[in-house]
């Protein structure tokens, strides 16, 4: 079993619509929490960081992160074609230097 | 555009060759770091350098090896190729090398194995 499991989609919405992506972990000793946006052989972007549990939100991203279910979440509200992408979760534990531990990506289609 | 500089941006080769790919971090950083994305493992760290020390070892073969240069930028040599090499190679960087520290990735190698 993986450290980071995250479903590989597709997952495909309608314009408009608010997705959610996530992602379970198994280690406990994750603190740090990440969403990176992978357009088609391109490299990851980082679109929300979020430390320990609680939620953030930044523009249409909402990052949620339940320590006590090892579940992370990303949800996108008012989603556009230009969202298409593969997304993953990463994670890093306070001592393991900063070594990201990646989910699979899930892979979003956005319909016009 | 994440600052964080790789070449070449494709590379295809022959088994049991061997190549070098290049990455400069971004200004300011000073660790950087390299992954390998393939369609079935996903991305694994490969290895960390801060400052021209190694500072943490994932999944590396005995057969790929790194190092980080004294201007920071950093080469990750891959010998011995076999087609299981066949991946997106990564390099990215942060200001710092410990836990927490924002990772900003490159654009990637592309390395075929033929």
């Known amino acids: 079993q993986k450290e980071v499991e995250q479903d590989p989609g597709p997952l495909s919405v309608p314009e408009g619509a608010i997705v959610s992506l996530n992602c379970t972990y198994s280690n406990s000793a994750f603190q740090y929490f990440m969403w990176y946006r992978q357009y088609s052989r391109k490299g990851p972007e980082l679109l929300m960081y979020t430390y320990s549990s609680g939620n953030k939100e930044d523009g249409r991203f909402t990052a949620q992160v339940d320590k006590s279910s090892k579940y992370i979440s990303l949800f996108i509200r008012d989603s556009q074609p230009s969202d298409s992408a593969t997304y993953l979760c990463a994670m890093s534990a306070e001592n393991a230097g900063n070594m990201l531990t990646f989910g699979g990506g899930t892979r979003l289609m956005v319909k016009p | 555009d994440s600052g964080v500089t790789q070449t070449p941006k494709h590379l295809i080769t022959a088994t049991g060759q061997r190549v070098t790919l290049r990455c400069s971090p971004r200004s300011g950083d000073l660790s950087v770091y390299w992954y390998q994305q393939s369609l079935d493992q996903g991305l694994q760290f490969l290895i960390q350098y801060y400052n021209g020390e190694e500072r943490a070892k994932g999944n590396i073969l005995e057969r790929f090896s790194a190092q980080q240069f004294p201007d920071l930028h950093s080469e990750l040599n891959l010998s011995s190729l076999e087609l299981g090499d066949s991946a997106l190679y990564f390099c990215?960087?942060?200001?710092?090398?410990?836990?927490?520290?924002?990772?900003?990735f490159g654009e990637g190698s592309w390395l075929t194995v033929v």
């Open positions: 990215a960087s942060s200001v710092a090398s410990g836990a927490g520290n924002t990772i900003y």
